[in-house]
């Protein structure tokens, strides 16, 4: 894992560039994340735990709209930016480190909700620490706890295995920001390379490396039923506008 958290902690003060506003942003997600809670039964007092919360974006969203939330990360630069962000935004969220394939050893309760956004299950390389991690995560939920994950759309990337993904633009006062990234395939692993370029008063360009397992969504299905999930569902785009596919499962 030391890849992964060597990104995130390089990566940690600079993520909220990936995001036009990342402010609004939390808000935003909050919004649909809270809409699949309460059409799947779920109300505020549910006990709800962010298993791979980076700098807080979904975490600190659904404080604010009145959720009880943990959060765990397994990066500590990105653990502290979250925890100066929640402060900031006045929320009150309990912060552990913790890598998610092994939350029990973390977390002797039992949530009602566990969430795991922005394509974090897909840095798990190999199938083993895939099925170790969606095993750790289910088995944090309480009986009939719900688990919810945003995956990239493997199914139809590996289709054609484009070597970058087209860039973001946002506008600032002097110029603007693009951000991309670049992907080198082996097999179904790519090599990432994020590079966010700033065009403002001055040029700055930064880039940070990691890598991901394409992993298509019937391997991720399959895997929660065996760990005794029931009801799995895909939510997509058009059904949310949560920008990747969303995956529903409850325990």
């Not at 709209?65 to 929640?86: C, F, M, P, Q």
């Not at 939350?103 to 909700?113: A, K, P, V, Y």
């Not at 070597?163 to 110029?175: E, L, T, V």
């Not at 880039?207 to 895909?234: D, H, M, P, Q």
Request: charged residues 25%; proline residues 3%; aromatic residues 10%.
């Amino acid at each position: 894992m030391d890849i992964i958290q060597n990104f995130y902690n390089n990566l940690a003060s600079e993520y909220d560039k990936l995001f036009e506003n990342w402010q609004t942003t939390t808000k935003e997600q909050a919004v649909i994340l809270n809409k699949i809670f309460c059409d799947n039964g779920f109300e505020k007092e549910a006990k709800l735990l962010d298993c791979a919360c980076g700098i807080g974006t979904q975490a600190i969203g659904l404080a604010l709209a009145g959720y009880s939330v943990t959060a765990s990360d397994i990066s500590t630069a990105e653990l502290l930016e979250a925890k100066r962000r929640a402060e900031e935004n006045k929320t009150q969220i309990h912060f552990e480190k913790a890598d998610f394939r092994t939350l029990e050893s973390t977390f002797s309760q039992r949530f009602d909700i566990i969430i795991a956004m922005d394509n974090a299950l897909p840095h798990m390389l190999i199938k083993e620490d895939l099925e170790k991690a969606i095993k750790s995560i289910t088995n944090c939920l309480a009986p009939g706890g719900m688990f919810v994950a945003s995956i990239r759309d493997y199914d139809r990337v590996l289709n054609e295995k484009p070597p970058y993904s087209p860039p973001y633009i946002h506008k600032m006062q002097n110029g603007q920001r693009v951000c991309f990234q670049t992907w080198n395939w082996e097999g179904d692993i790519y090599n990432l390379t994020q590079y966010i370029i700033d065009d403002d008063k001055e040029l700055s360009v930064k880039k940070f490396e990691c890598k991901y397992r394409a992993v298509r969504r019937e391997e991720i299905t399959n895997i929660l039923v065996s760990c005794g999930c029931t009801n799995v569902e895909w939510k997509f785009t058009e059904e949310t506008d949560f920008y990747q596919p969303i995956v529903i499962a409850k325990k």
